[in-house]
């Protein structure tokens, strides 16, 4: 074992945001800077002495050497036992999983999501704790203050370890058992789901397509839905996973999935499409000639959940995060349970899950999950949804008008201001914070303003603040407009901004959303003179 001396705090610029640490893959790549993240966490938990963790990652550029790094630090620090996955893989949710069904004390996450990767790209890393979800809030932020001062860290002299290779070495006192990134979570999939009747769908040749985008759900979705399910052979392309995701940005929406996408709106369309992202906790559905907005998917998932093996006594509550549309708030309501809003970051979820409050949730990022993990799960949306389509028998088409037919359509649409200078983005929340409390009862058009919010969450399980989550603009015709600055970006800030608006008359469910949406994005713009401050006139990327 030795000691490495820290001569710099280099990141301590930053606090772990939504989901750990993202920055570029060169920045983690310098002298001691994964080391000081890595040291800074097994001290917020109080070390690894005697403990277990599970490792992987979503392959992208740099995963398999800070495995190795990390490998050297725990058995310096005294853990007992690492789980890794073969070649240094893991999905997000199969680790999340790893970590419960093996009962392991936490577990290292190496992965930038959907941002792109290789070595001119992105890298991120975050710590999961016993319960397979995201670090709380509480953690990550002793994290970040423990890499403020840290001044040393430890690690161990070995040769590389073999990542390859099923089965278990030993190491001095620790243990390393290298598994199967797939099995233990095609198992869990199968308590889940009836496999029988997605299997008889594709039997009675029901089509899809599934992309993986080059990232980590290749293997997990070929194995599930071609071996295991019996899609036919080449249904999951871009299957095998690579260092930079075929040099594209595995972020499943109609912009990064554009071929999907417009395969699905040809007549070439198979009968469902998916994607998933870079770590496979996010999911893109679309059936034939229908695009599923992922708000008006969490809403569908928990109307039909009960039709489902594992939820068919019901949902025990609904949550979303507050910049998510009200869609899901609709079918709580209906069901008669509670409906929680929550915070953006799906840590926020985890108090809720183990509480038995909640089974499903979702984010408007594409991420949708239920308790049976504490993460999103990308390949489990993909899997409710056919197992839905197979006891409904009707398409993604007629499930969605179905639906708006019945709970109302709520409009919806993100826009994206990328690599905006970080001062501006400040000054522009800093700006509208301060007028919100004037914008109450202002008139816009022929509708006006409800009530304007700067949103903070008391957590109903443990009670812990969460202050500054985003600014809320509600119109009195059910349209709202929000604001944050994303908290994964890793260029300048970028500033995202929700638009919103519900529609119950039943003859204007079908309307084209940005025609909808676009009134709701002029009034934010003059409120809160958005261009004079950040400089932009148009959204980077439209969701
Ligand atoms: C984004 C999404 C958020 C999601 C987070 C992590 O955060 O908006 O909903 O939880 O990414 O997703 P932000 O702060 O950039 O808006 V993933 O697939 O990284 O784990
Ligand atoms: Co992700």
């Given at each position: 074992m030795k000691t490495i001396a820290?001569?710099?705090?280099?990141?301590?610029?930053?606090?772990?945001?939504t989901s750990g640490l993202r920055k570029k893959t060169k920045v983690f790549m310098q002298e001691n800077y994964l080391e000081n993240f890595v040291q800074s966490t097994f001290d917020a938990i109080g070390?690894?002495?005697?403990k277990v963790l599970v490792l992987g990652g979503?392959?992208?550029?740099f995963n398999k050497q800070a495995i190795q790094t990390i490998v050297k630090m725990a058995l310096a620090s005294g853990a007992s036992k690492l789980i890794i996955g073969q070649n240094g893989l893991l999905s997000t949710p199969a680790a999340s999983n790893i970590i419960r069904t093996y009962n392991a004390d936490g577990g290292i996450i190496l992965s930038a999501s959907h941002n792109p990767g290789g070595i001119e790209n992105d890298f991120g890393i975050k710590f999961n704790g016993k319960n397979g979800g995201p670090a709380s809030e509480t953690i990550t932020g002793a994290i970040f203050e423990r890499t403020k001062i840290i001044t040393e860290y430890l690690t161990s002299d070995i040769q590389d370890i073999d990542l390859d290779t099923i089965g278990t070495q030993q190491i001095s006192a620790m243990q390393i058992e290298i598994i199967n990134p797939v099995e233990d979570y095609c198992l869990l999939m199968q308590k889940l789901f009836d496999f029988n009747a997605i299997k008889a769908l594709f039997e009675n040749g029901f089509t899809i397509r599934f992309d993986a985008?080059?990232?980590?759900?290749g293997p997990y979705a070929k194995r599930i839905?071609?071996?295991?399910?019996?899609?036919?052979?080449?249904?999951?392309?871009?299957?095998v996973p690579s260092e930079d995701f075929g040099q594209g940005h595995?972020?499943?929406?109609p912009v990064w999935a554009k071929p999907l996408f417009d395969l699905m709106m040809s007549?070439?369309?198979?009968d469902f499409g998916a994607a998933s992202d870079g770590d496979g906790d996010r999911n893109m559905i679309l059936g034939r000639g229908i695009y599923v907005a992922p708000s008006d998917s969490l809403a569908v998932l928990a109307a039909n959940a009960h039709l489902v093996p594992h939820y068919k006594n019901g949902i025990s509550g609904v949550a979303r995060s507050?910049?998510?549309?009200?869609a899901a708030d609709r079918v709580a309501h209906k069901l008669g349970v509670s409906l929680y809003e929550t915070p953006?970051?799906?840590?926020?979820?985890g108090n809720l899950l183990d509480d038995g409050r909640i089974t499903i949730c979702g984010e408007e990022s594409a991420g949708t999950g239920s308790s049976h993990v504490r993460e999103k799960d990308g390949l489990w949306a993909v899997l409710l949804w056919l197992n839905i389509l197979a006891m409904r028998k009707q398409s993604v088409a007629e499930i969605l008008n179905e639906h708006w037919l019945s709970?109302?359509?709520?409009y919806y649409s993100r826009y994206d201001f990328e690599a905006v200078p970080k001062e501006k983005a400040a000054l522009f929340v800093e700006r509208l914070k301060s007028k919100l409390g004037d914008l109450g009862g202002m008139p816009i058009g022929n509708t006006f303003i409800e009530n304007a919010t700067d949103f903070s969450y008391k957590?109903?399980?443990?009670g812990s603040e969460s202050l500054s989550q985003g600014c809320v603009i509600n119109f009195n015709n059910g349209a709202r407009a929000v604001t944050r600055l994303s908290g994964?970006?890793?260029?300048?800030a970028t500033i995202r901004l929700y638009l919103e608006q519900y529609a119950d008359n039943l003859s204007d469910v079908k309307r084209d959303v940005q025609q909808v949406l676009t009134p709701i994005a002029e009034a934010f713009y003059q409120l809160t003179d958005f261009s004079s401050i950040t400089g932009r006139t148009a959204p980077d990327v439209i969701t």
């Open positions: 820290i001569t710099t705090t280099p990141f301590a610029d930053q606090k772990p945001g070390g690894v002495k005697d979503d392959g992208r550029y985008m080059h990232a980590v759900t839905l071609e071996d295991v399910l019996g899609a036919k052979e080449g249904s999951v392309i871009n299957a595995p972020d499943p929406n007549d070439k369309a198979p507050m910049p998510t549309s009200r953006t970051g799906w840590k926020f979820f709970f109302g359509r709520d957590d109903p399980v443990d994964t970006g890793t260029e300048g």
